[in-house]
């Protein structure tokens, strides 16, 4: 809390952010369409992942129930949606950051050659 105190620090935080705002700018050839499509089919993807499971696995779990007259197999459904969602997930965010950490090293040795 010390450091926020002192009179400079916020000029300085926002000198640094003006900064980077900067050098983005003068990134060539952004394109934002490209960067916006990507992010979009991430969270499909995502939306996806998490919807499907639990509407079939608890849609077959009521149906089960309505079967045999019980009401405990949409919990077995939905605890089951859960872990397999749980597990999708964690592969799919697991491949991403792996394809994150090689784009990482590539931009690393573009720049040790210049």
Do not use: Q
Request: hydrophobic share 45%.
């Amino acid at each position: 809390m010390a450091v926020l105190r002192k009179p400079h620090f916020s000029v300085k935080l926002f000198s640094s952010i003006l900064d980077n705002m900067i050098e983005t700018d003068k990134k060539p050839n952004r394109n934002y369409s490209y960067e916006s499509a990507r992010v979009m089919s991430v969270a499909f993807e995502l939306g996806f992942i998490i919807a499907l499971p639990i509407v079939l696995l608890g849609l077959g779990g009521k149906w089960l129930d309505t079967k045999y007259g019980t009401g405990y197999y949409i919990y077995i459904g939905i605890a089951l949606a859960i872990i397999l969602t749980s597990f999708w997930m964690y592969s799919r965010f697991k491949a991403f950051i792996d394809k994150l950490k090689e784009a990482a090293k590539g931009v690393g040795k573009d720049s040790e050659k210049k």
